[in-house]
């Protein structure tokens, strides 16, 4: 492999391209490629392994310049990845009829049957429990 061609397949490798693409843009197999390296004696793997860290580091440098050059994606994308920001959102779930208000109802007598029955809790298990906390 000449000193070109090892050039281009570096670079390729930087950008994340595959095996499939690295060897479309050489115009050969991936098998062909994999003899032509060896032949010059490089792996195939540890060039891709060395050569894609080096290709992250210049993503990660690049996406830093852009936060600091004030790229707001570029500053929120990094705030959720390395400071667990998130995007709040407040959902109000409250009805007019109270159903689906966020404060606790409590359940007695008919409802509270109804409700365990349909969650498919014995009745028997929420007496024990209540029994045992008393």
Do not use: F
Not at 32 to 60: T, V
Not at 98 to 108: A, C, E, Q, V, Y
């Amino acid at each position: 492999m000449d000193e070109e061609r090892l050039k281009v397949l570096i670079e390729l490798i930087k950008i994340q391209c595959t095996k499939e693409e690295i060897s479309r843009v050489l115009n050969t197999s991936r098998r062909s490629l994999e003899r032509e390296l060896q032949a010059a004696g490089y792996s195939y793997k540890q060039l891709y392994e060395q050569h894609q860290a080096d290709g992250n580091a210049s993503l990660r440098r690049s996406q830093w310049a852009a936060a600091r050059h004030g790229n707001a994606a570029m500053l929120i994308w990094l705030g959720k990845q390395y400071l667990g920001q998130r995007d709040m959102q407040h959902v109000d779930n409250t009805s007019s009829d109270g159903s689906m208000s966020p404060h606790k109802r409590k359940l007695t007598g008919a409802d509270l049957d109804k409700e365990l029955a349909r969650r498919g809790i014995p009745k028997e298990l929420l007496e024990e429990t209540w029994s045992k906390s008393n």
